[in-house]
Structures are given as C-alpha cells and as structure tokens.
C-alpha cells in the first residue's frame, strides 16, 4: 500500500476512510507511531537486507586462502583487484569507498554468518531469518518487532521501513512507518490539504476502534514529518548518494536519524541482482558498488551522529564456493556481514575462518556456518536498543557475542 495517495475532493467528498491516506492493518498494510515530540533515542539500528543471496566470498575475498583461487577460477578476484585488508581477507574492489571506514576502525567484517535451518530457497530462508527462527513455520512475528517491543520508553519510539510492504522483520503488533519515500508521506488534496486533515482528524476521533487510534496515530506523524527541518533537506558533510534504492533509503534514513524524533530501528530493503547464477563478475561490480557509495555517503552524511548508530548489513545466505558453468554461483550457506558504525571495533574481519579445502566445506560445496545469524543479531540490537534478548529468537538463546560494539 502507498504511503499516500493523489486524491481529488470529490473522492474526499464521497466519504473519509482509511485509504485516503494509506492506513492499513499489520501485517499487510501501514502502520504508525505517533513521534511529535518524541525525544532522540540513545541508539538507533539500521538493518540493510540484501535479498537474493549475495556472494560473501566476492564481498570479502579470502585472499590467503589458497583454495579460494581453485574453486572459483574465472570469476576469482586476483589479489590485484582486491582491497587488502589484513593480507588474509580482502574487500571487493566496488566496495573501495568503505575502505577508510575499515581502517578507521568503524567498519567490521564478520564473515560465514548464517545458519544451515535457513534452507537454500530464498523464500523459506528469508522468511525464516526475518521471523528468527530457522525451521519453525509457526512464528508469525519478526524479529525486528520483537525488538521494538522490548525497547524502554516504548511510547516515543518508533520503527521504520523503507520499503513498498511491510517487512516481514516487522510484523506484529508494533506500530510501523512504511513507504519507499518519505516526502510522499502526507496527504496529496491539491490546495485543500488543511480541510482534507480536518476532515480526516474529526471522522478518527469519533471511531473508538483501532481504525480510528491508527489514523489519529498517522497524522501525528504526518505532521510529526513535516516539522522536521531535516526530513527532506540537504545531505551534510559533502555526502553524495548513488541515485539508487540503497542509496534514496539510507539518504531519508539519515535524515530521519538527523530528526531526532525517536526513531531507533531502520529496515533498508534492497532488492537487487545479488542473486548470481550466471554473469557474477559484472553484476556483483554493478551492486557492490551501489551498496559501498551508498554505505559510504551514510557515514559521511550522519558524521559524529555515527557515534549512536550501528549499521549491520546481511543476506539471507551465501553462495557456493564453485564456480558454476554460467560464470556464476549457485545459493549456498555461509555469508559475510557487514557492520559499520562509531562505536564499531571495526578494523577487523569478526568469526572463525572454517577454510575452503576438501573436507572444509559444508556439504562438499559451501562455506560452513562458524557464526549463527542470530548471535550476530541479537549482539548489535541489544546494545544499540538497550533490550534483553534473551527471548528476542524462540527456542534460541543467544551466546554472549563477537564483542563487536563498544
């Protein structure tokens, strides 16, 4: 469902609903959270999901890894190309502009994340990592939301996802900011918006169900929006976005954060071509480097606000380490997570190397899985969140962590 909708007075005229401004009910519509007023919260966690399974072994190259050069042949990136991090690992030459970040010691790496109950399907395994529970068809709630609902002070927070439907993280009974753009995010009555607000306003506060609640809720944050100097204006620190979705959603992500209106977690959707069956080399050089320009131009813009942001970056599962006969990998196991922030220990490639020689790999064919998702996850949200999560993943209790964030 839009975010808002074009709408003509006599459409208006003929009767108010809730599709005047595209209100709907979770988990197949928009939903939201009142933020006027609402102060800054102490942390705020940005989950970028790159559906199709990208290649972590493309992303951060084993280079000291001999094996690495056998079974990928072709598509191999020489050690050249790559960006050296540590002279074991390296970074995918699209990605240079993360570089520095790296050095800095605010971007890490955490390399053959995963877990082996995601399956190889793209809609079991992302169904599975967005609900938590690898396996288990009887979640209904995300784990994202399960997260926003553990947070303190649930009254001024708030989540939002830039993407066209709500987000399966997401789902539940949590209020959540849905839409691909935020400056559409209002309501559209061509020269009467303040009787068309009026309007709305009086027919949701005569409804005492929870149409009426949500639609009183939604304009709060309409005008919540639109009071915000920073939602909408100019990148700062020089920042320059690739014209791209990665890059318009971290771009309106930063100018939420910049709001200070109490967001604390941010869905990125990217549904791009990292599902390489064939042609890896070029598609990967095309969307590694969206996704490093945009990752890039996130930290620059934000500046000192990094400090209270963690940016974690994930796939639903890796790649074969075999070159396929289509100059391309097939859907695999393990993948590599990237983790960008100021309270970052970055500098470093996080999780064990389990190798690529014979005997090494998982099923004869992928990298093994030393660094299950939901430790990672439950790490980076609670710190940034402040939340317990010891009960944030059903029937999985999470281990104490890599030690990521400071």
């Known amino acids: 469902m839009k975010a808002s909708w074009d709408i003509s007075r006599r459409l208006f005229l003929k009767g108010l609903s809730t599709a005047a401004i595209g209100v709907g009910v979770a988990p197949s519509g928009l939903l939201v959270r009142a933020a006027e007023g609402a102060a800054p919260g102490p942390g705020v966690f940005v989950h970028v999901f790159l559906r199709g399974g990208a290649d972590g072994l493309a992303l951060c190259p084993p280079i000291g890894d001999s094996d690495y050069f056998s079974l990928r042949g072709g598509i191999a990136l020489s050690r050249g190309d790559v960006i050296n991090l540590d002279g ?59 997260a926003v609902e553990a947070i303190p002070g649930r009254e001024v927070t708030q989540a939002v996802s830039f993407s066209t439907q709500l987000t399966r993280s997401l789902w539940g009974g949590e209020p959540v900011l849905v839409g691909p753009t935020l400056s559409a995010f209002d309501l559209h009555a061509r020269g009467w918006r303040g009787e068309a607000e009026s309007g709305l306003r009086a027919m949701y506060e005569a409804d005492a169900s929870s149409v009426g609640q949500t639609g009183l809720e939604t304009l709060a944050v309409i005008n ?27 771009r309106q992500a930063a100018q939420l954060i910049r709001a200070g209106i109490g967001t604390r977690c941010i869905f990125v959707n990217v549904a791009a071509s990292f599902d390489t069956h064939s042609r890896q080399l070029s598609a990967n050089q095309v969307e590694f480097g969206r996704l490093g320009d945009a990752l890039a131009a996130f930290d620059q813009d934000l500046g000192r606000l990094m400090d209270d942001v963690v940016v974690l970056v994930s796939t639903e599962f890796g790649r074969t380490a075999y070159v396929n006969g289509s100059e391309g990998t097939d859907h695999g196991s393990g993948h590599c997570a990237l983790v960008l922030g100021g309270r970052v220990r970055g500098g470093r490639v996080y999780g064990r190397w389990p190798g690529l020689g014979k005997g090494q790999l998982y099923e004869d064919r992928d990298l093994a899985i030393t660094t299950d998702f939901r430790d990672l996850f439950a790490e980076l949200a609670g710190r940034q969140l402040g939340i317990s999560t010891t009960n944030l993943f059903p029937g999985y209790t999470p281990g104490p962590g890599l030690g990521i964030v400071a």
């Open 224 to 250: 919540a929006l639109l009071k915000a100097p920073a939602v909408g204006g100019a990148t700062q620190n020089g920042a320059t976005y690739p014209s791209s979705s990665v890059g318009n959603s971290l």
């Open 88 to 146: 074991y690992f390296g970074l995918h030459p699209s990605l240079g502009r993360l570089k520095s970040a790296f050095s800095d010691g605010r971007l890490a790496l955490v390399h053959a994340v995963g877990s082996y109950g995601l399956t190889r399907s793209h809609f079991d395994a992302q169904d599975f990592m967005e609900t938590g529970a690898p396996g288990n068809r009887s979640i209904s709630n995300g784990w994202l939301e399960r």
